[in-house]
Each structure stands twice: as structure tokens, then as C-alpha cells.
């Protein structure tokens, strides 16, 4: 059983950067992959990044890649989710989420932070 937490979100302009953190309480499995789900108004939750506990083996969805860069810091029990060049489509409520499918049927989420880009 992990609980995860995370923190971080805000307001942003367009193009600019802001930084998650999920914080990790319990010990992941080393099977386990560490994500990033969002959720944007009306619209259904949408992968976003994922990196794997064991090697650190990252995945994006197309639509943040060479934008967002996920990593962790495993003596911290921290993943985070760099966000740059920022625009109003990437809007949402972002979940950390843990499991063994790096892009869906996770099995623990986060409460969620709320990212809004706006000028």
C-alpha cells in the first residue's frame, strides 16, 4: 500500500515552466511505475508521463513530448514532472498515479493539483 501526494501546481503564463512533485509514502515495488495523469475540464484523464521505479525508463504521451520531463529521486520516495513552454491546453487537474502499466489501469492515485495556464 503506497499513498501518494502531490504539490506544486499553480499559475502559469503561457510559455512559461512549473514543477510537480509527488511525494511517496511506503516503499513502491520495483515493478511499479510512477506517472502522471491529467485531467482537463469535461474532458476524460489523459496520460501524460510515466517513469519506471526500477530503471528509471521513461514514457511520454505525444502531445508533451520534448516538453515535460519526468524523473524521480528514489532515496526521497519523489517523482516529479517538469513542465516548460507551457500553453492553455495543458490546463488540468494532474494526478500522480502508481502502477504496472506505464500508461493506464493504475492502482493508486494522488488528490491532484490543479495547473492553469493563463495570461
Do not use: H
Request: aromatic letters at 14%; charged letters at 20%; hydrophobic letters at 35%.
Amino acid at each position: 500500500q503506497i499513498q501518494l501526494v502531490e504539490s506544486g501546481g499553480g499559475l502559469v503564463q503561457p510559455g512559461g515552466s512549473l514543477k510537480l512533485s509527488c511525494a511517496i509514502s511506503g516503499r513502491p515495488y520495483s515493478s511499479y511505475v510512477l506517472g502522471w495523469v491529467r485531467q482537463a475540464p469535461g474532458m476524460e484523464r489523459e496520460f501524460v508521463a510515466s517513469t519506471r521505479w526500477r530503471d528509471s525508463r521513461t514514457y511520454y504521451a505525444d502531445s508533451v513530448k520534448g516538453r515535460f520531463t519526468v524523473s524521480k529521486d528514489n532515496a526521497k520516495n519523489t517523482v516529479y514532472l517538469q513542465m516548460n513552454r507551457l500553453t492553455a491546453e495543458d490546463t488540468a487537474v494532474y494526478y500522480c498515479a502508481a502502477g504496472i502499466n506505464p500508461y493506464s489501469d493504475w492502482f493508486y492515485w494522488g488528490q491532484g493539483t490543479q495547473v492553469t495556464v493563463s495570461s
